[in-house]
């Protein structure tokens, strides 16, 4: 914990900056300059700010999404066309071939009709389905609706729409069709952070007692013990924020990777970040770095109306396509919304809608909250050399969503900490002291001051997730 007020050692004031500033003599001044700044807007801190974090008591968590109710199939062989009126096999792809259990079956169903992407925009009707349950394999048989027509020539991986079905007289009811949901899982992630001071630092003369930031604003502070807590925070802040940002999932069996250290030699874990989520399950968007334009922009509007996404948008940016976005269209944030954000996303509280900073607009009937993402531009994060994060963007759906197993309404972005009873690992903080006030449990003159976080990020949808990728 950090040391109180009545417990640090009064610094000397100076009047002057001797040489070289060196905090090691009673002659500095006593105002630490930051001239870097706040060093990176976090992502952590937006979710915190959005209020889109969550409890969870075990290290692996999992939801439910619903599939589309209405399907396509696609094509697993080629095939030529048919003759005028003639009846076509069709093999299915795996891709469209589902389980229940250990019972294979596929969404297109006897009576369909199907529409094809050719010249003469055929309809046909399924008349023959066949689900091999040995082999989890599927064929159909469509014939033409019209006599003058012909099924046209498919390539395996088209995709083939199903438009309607039609039925005979007195036949009988279809089978039911199964949509079904799918599972996703992720885990928590263990973070940790140290800061260590010895007993002759806590009462050495090199305190600071205020801060003063880039834009000449001063903060007191209790001395250089604390100066070192902010750090502390900062630094966890920053791990945990780019965790969630661009960590992959550790599905490693590299016993490397597990710590002799611990009682059970147990592995490391780790979350799986937005950014490789988004790789691995959502819309990705190339684009070149500096020719960004407003056709771009409308490529991420259809994508994400594709999709059925809602319609407020968090649009993640670093600071090159920020610029680029802004000059493109510099006429639309004029018209800024600032009372819609304030309502419809921060809930009316304008405090809180001012510190995070959006700048928006609408378009396309969705409003798209920008903001500039510092740690894609920090010079020893997604800044640094050779890395292509500050001309990077992420579009994201800030809505709720509902889990089809639990019927809980959750945050599409957001992140879980572990937590059961009364026990909460959201942030953890405590000390153990050879030194300084309070009880000693150490034996050396030092104090230890420790941070933990067990912490994992969520998306729910990430097809509904646009990556704009500098390529």
């Known amino acids: 914990m950090p040391i109180q007020p009545n417990q640090a050692s009064a610094a000397p004031y100076a009047s002057d900056i001797v040489s070289n500033f060196d905090i090691l003599k009673p002659e500095k001044l006593n105002k630490l300059f ?34 589309f109710i209405h399907d396509t ?15 076509v096999t069709l093999t299915i792809a795996a891709s469209s071939i589902d389980h229940f259990g250990s019972i294979y079956y596929v969404y297109p169903r006897l009576w369909d009709t199907v529409l094809f992407d050719d010249a003469g925009e055929t309809t046909a009707s399924i008349t023959e389905v066949t689900v091999n349950q040995n082999f989890g394999t599927a064929t159909i048989k469509v014939t033409p609706n019209r006599l003058t027509k012909n099924i046209p020539a498919l390539v395996t991986g088209q995709e083939v729409v199903i438009i309607s079905d039609a039925f005979a007289e007195g036949s009988t009811q279809p089978k039911g069709a199964l949509s079904g949901t799918d599972k996703y899982i992720n885990y928590l992630q263990i973070v940790k952070e140290s800061l260590n001071a010895t007993g002759s630092e806590m009462t050495n003369q090199d305190w600071f007692d ?106 993640l940016l ?49 409003n798209f909250n920008f903001q500039k993402m510092g740690i894609f531009t920090h010079p020893k994060v997604g800044g640094a050399a050779g890395y ?20 809980e309404s959750i945050p599409s972005i957001g992140c879980r900490y572990k937590e059961l009873g009364p ?9 153990q002291r050879g030194a300084g006030p309070g009880v000693k449990v150490l034996a050396e003159d030092i104090a230890n001051y420790f941070m933990r976080t067990h912490t994992g990020a969520h998306h729910i949808g990430l097809n509904r997730f646009v990556l704009l990728d500098p390529q």
């Not at 801190?45 to 008591?57: H, N």
């Open 34 to 67: 930051r001239i870097k700044g706040d060093q990176g807007m976090s992502y952590l801190m937006i979710l915190k700010s959005l209020g889109f974090e969550l409890p969870v008591a075990r290290d692996e968590y999992e939801h439910y999404e619903e599939r």
């Open 73 to 87: 199939f696609v094509i697993g062989a080629n095939s030529g066309a048919g003759a005028a009126g003639a009846t």
């Open 210 to 315: 205020e801060y003063v930031s880039d834009n000449g604003g001063m903060k007191k502070i209790l001395g250089y013990v604390m100066k070192g807590q902010l750090d502390l925070d900062y630094r966890l802040a920053l791990k945990t924020s780019n965790a969630l940002l661009f960590q992959d999932p550790t599905d490693n069996t590299n016993t490397d990777l597990n710590d002799p250290n611990t009682p059970t030699n147990s592995k490391v874990k780790s979350t799986e970040g937005l950014i490789p989520a988004i790789r691995r399950a959502g819309q990705i968007t190339p684009y070149t770095p500096g020719l960004f334009s407003v056709t771009k922009f409308d490529d991420i509007v259809k994508k994400q109306d594709r999709e059925f996404c809602g319609n407020d948008i968090v649009c």
């Open 318 to 366: 670093g600071l090159d396509l920020y610029l680029e976005i802004e000059n493109t269209f510099v006429d639309y944030f004029k018209e800024t919304e600032i009372s819609y954000v304030t309502e419809s996303i921060f809930k009316g509280n304008k405090e809180l809608a001012m510190s995070v900073g959006f700048k928006s607009f609408r378009k396309g009937s969705r």
């Open 388 to 407: 292509k994060y500050p001309k990077m963007g992420l579009f994201l759906p800030i809505d709720m969503r509902k889990d089809k197993k639990t019927g």
């Open 423 to 431: 026990y909460s690992r959201k942030m953890e903080v405590w000390d």
